[in-house]
């Protein structure tokens, strides 16, 4: 079964208290992304701890229920920081940073590596008897096969998200094609 | 077959006429590599490029008969480049770019995306059946397969060498142990 990839960069996701506090204003559509619903923001924040700081982190959109911090193993090396591997809004023992706003900031937990998973529709899964792991086939100048979480919702684009450490380990863009191994 | 991981930070190999440009002096030795005679040394270079340019880059020692310059994937992002994949010394095709050094500047070819490998003797590369590819299964929070070279030389020690896109990707640190699947 082949399925395209999406690559994502380190993105922050707000709830609407720290939206408040953060931009005092509320979110603004730059771009829609391929999820249902969801959407890049024209708002960006600096991520700061006690060792550094990444600057120009997007926003994504909608407002969720709770605040959570997407970043790589490169970004938390940088950042000194030991963040666990995670599905969103599993934040339990998540790491703390202060998010910079202009016009304000925060100290918050829900900084997190987001897992490899694959959206799809729980109509899809079932009907593909999807497991809730598969190993995935990456071809390439440098190829290998990566386990990867199914994930599914009411509503999903069928694609592959990886952060960009796994994309540029593998060389992989947005769009690109792999293949789920038979299971 | 287990083996033991190695994570190769970018770093920049020099000939001698490149080192005398750059530096003016002999390389000093910071501290020894696991494979035999190579070492760390105290000196570092800025990478430059048209886009943006990277400070602090390592060179290790001896001296080659050729300047090469190892960087990873997030690196050629951040630099504006798209270097091949290669083994050390293939360096055709390899992208330009400008070593600033204490001592004066040079714009060389050499820049490149070292390939995964693993280091080995000739005499064991034989004794063990060794392909020329291998796979390697990695454990963890992020697991999966990649596909591995083998390279075989004089005096080795035995470990895969891996850059760190691929060490962040799998959350592998130096010294970890991996696993070479039945070939």
Do not use: W
Request: charged letters at 25%; aromatic letters at 6%.
């Amino acid at each position: 079964m082949k399925l395209k990839v999406g690559v994502s960069n380190r993105h922050i996701h707000l709830k609407q208290s720290d939206l408040d506090i953060l931009f005092g204003y509320d979110l603004t559509k730059k771009n829609r992304l391929n999820q249902p619903g969801q959407f890049a923001t024209n708002e960006v924040l600096t991520i700061k701890t006690a060792k550094s700081e990444i600057n120009n982190v997007r926003v994504l959109g909608p407002v969720r229920d709770y605040t959570q911090i997407e970043i790589s193993q490169t970004d938390a090396y940088k950042l000194g920081l030991n963040p666990p591997v995670r599905s969103s809004g599993h934040l339990e023992d998540s790491e703390v940073v202060t998010l910079i706003g202009p016009h304000g900031s925060i100290t918050t937990n829900g900084c997190i590596i987001a897992d490899r998973h694959i959206h799809v529709t729980y109509v899809d899964k079932e009907k593909y008897h999807l497991p809730d792991k598969v190993m995935v086939k990456i071809v390439g100048k440098k190829p290998g096969i990566i386990e990867v979480n199914i994930k599914p919702s009411e509503e999903a684009f069928f694609e592959m998200h990886l952060d960009t450490d796994d994309a540029n380990a593998f060389l992989l863009k947005n769009g690109d094609e792999v293949e789920i191994l038979d299971f």
